[in-house]
């Protein structure tokens, strides 16, 4: 009987990083020690007992937790305070993530944190916080060799995926490396944008937190009071900020998003980027079902696309199913068609009153407030109810592009191997899918839909977000679409009675 190999620790370095992890949750605490004790000596004390303490805790929790490759699984055992073994069948194992935020590239370390696709990502995944990097590679590559051997039911095979050896590099093809210039498009996507706002407001509700514990709250309070009386002064920050948003967005997009680089590595699609903090996502090709190409108006306006993959078992598929960050249109569709396949076939229009939905939408909301403002206006006498009055038309104006835009948005298609749905403007979603992942239908309608004789179609996937919906088609549509991409499915309830 062979003897199980034994566990494996973390990298001692990590104890330089847990303390200082710490640091964040013992600020306050110490800050109040300090500011309570007078900066006494024995205020200090207590603060230096704190600090050592988080120390001792860091160097506990790391003699005590151990992992380890067995068989068929993986092991990952901690006894801080109960002892408590995780244990994930290697046949589980979806993907393997390796991350190196700041302080660990520093040190040579990573993150390795293993995906089973279990919705919610967190009881049943399992997470190496301070292995060597080349450790992390290395049982990164023996994690998603052995769950391959161990789902193609292959005992030899995953016994020999670990061998004593060294295993030889993996072969692996560069499918696209993003030009730098191509930051340049994060702007236009729209989602780092608010980040001056953000950033604005976390600043101001520090000031009001911590103001109190470090004496200046009522130096924020009155300066909160000041701007309230100088208007313009709110009008002229606004507008700092608003100028400062491109310029924030393409930071934050740059930091996220540095040198992304797709690979095909042994059967899987590797993403690699980030800047500070580097990531490396493996998606297993097999489990590639479909993939989600998303564009804003900006973006369609220059020509670029961002992608996901639509992957079965894949947790967090938002974040790990990125395929590609904003590139040219072309670019995208070439990556897309040969991880699933080119979707060949024209999508089909929405029914009028679906256009006529989409137009009161964007218009009626904006109209409704120019009504409520004209109204104010007449009773009051104030100009500045007349000001709002043309702002929600405008608004309003402006809706009328929105909603036929929204419309032509719409659609959905067959070509007999892939199925497509499209909806959204602002946001525009295409997610094309294999045929073999649908697993059910759905109609959805609400009150307003069943007064103008549309409904929505779900096709359910297992993969991805599970379901996508083609928005406002017609009752005939709602059956015929089904029916034409599984009529086994719905034969038995379509056929006439003789």
Do not use: C
């Not at 692996?172 to 993003?178: C, L, M, N, T, Y």
């Not at 249109?329 to 070439?334: E, T």
């Not at 407030?369 to 000001?387: D, K, M, R, Y």
């Amino acid at each position: 009987m062979s003897e199980e190999p034994p566990g494996l620790k973390l990298s001692p370095k990590v104890l330089l990083i847990d303390p200082v992890r710490m640091l964040p949750s013992l600020l306050v605490p110490l800050v109040g020690v300090l500011f309570v004790g007078g900066f006494s000596s024995r205020s200090f004390g207590w603060a230096a007992v704190g600090v050592v303490g988080a120390v001792v805790f860091a160097v506990v929790r790391w003699a005590t937790f151990s992992y380890r490759v067995a068989d068929d699984r993986l092991e990952i055992k901690r006894s801080l305070v109960s002892r408590s073994v995780r244990t994930i069948p290697l046949e589980r194992i979806r993907g393997v993530d390796v991350t190196t935020p700041p302080m660990h590239r520093l040190l040579g370390l990573a993150v390795l944190k293993i995906d089973t696709g279990a919705s919610g990502g967190g009881e049943q995944e399992g997470e190496l916080d301070g292995v060597t990097v080349e450790e992390a590679e290395r049982l990164k590559g023996v994690l998603l060799r052995r769950a391959r051997a161990a789902r193609a039911e292959d005992p030899q095979s995953a016994h020999d995926a670990l061998p004593d050896a060294p295993p030889a590099p993996p072969e692996e093809r560069v499918i696209v490396k993003v030009p730098r210039r191509w930051l340049l498009y994060g702007p236009l996507s729209g989602s780092y944008l608010l980040t001056p706002f953000a950033l604005a407001g976390g600043a101001i509700g520090l000031a009001f937190q911590w103001g109190d514990d470090l004496g200046f709250r009522d130096l924020a309070w009155d300066a909160s009071q000041w701007l309230w009386q100088h208007p313009l002064h709110i009008a002229g920050a606004i507008l700092v900020l608003v100028l400062a948003m491109p310029f924030f967005a393409a930071v934050m997009y740059t930091v996220f998003n540095w040198d992304f680089t797709l690979k095909e590595r042994e059967g899987y699609l590797v993403a690699e980027r980030g800047l500070i903090t580097r990531r490396s996502v493996s998606l297993e090709a097999r489990r590639i079902r479909g993939y989600e190409i998303v564009d804003a108006i900006a973006e369609r306006k220059a020509g670029v696309v961002r992608t996901w993959a639509i992957v079965t078992g894949l947790g967090d598929s938002e974040t790990r199913g990125q395929l590609l960050p904003d590139v040219p249109r072309p670019l995208a569709l070439d990556v897309a068609a040969q991880a699933v396949g080119t979707f060949a076939a024209p999508l089909r229009p929405h029914p009028p009153v679906a256009r006529d939905r989409r137009l009161f939408r964007a218009i009626a909301p904006a109209l409704a407030v120019a009504v409520a403002a004209a109204l104010l206006g007449v009773l009051t006498s104030t100009g500045l109810w007349w000001a709002l009055v043309v702002a929600a038309l405008v608004v309003a104006g402006l809706g009328i592009p929105l909603g036929h835009d929204r419309y032509r948005s719409l659609g959905h298609g067959y070509d007999g191997v892939l199925l497509s749905v499209r909806s959204g403007s602002l946001r525009r979603a295409q997610a094309v899918v294999e045929r073999r992942a649908i697993v059910g239908w759905r109609l959805r309608q609400t009150w307003f839909q069943r007064r103008a004789g549309v409904l929505t179609l779900i096709a359910g996937v297992g993969a991805g977000k599970g379901g996508y919906e083609a928005v406002d088609v017609s009752a005939e549509q709602a059956v015929g679409f089904p029916a034409e991409v599984t009529p086994e499915w719905l034969a038995p309830f379509l056929r006439t009675p003789d």
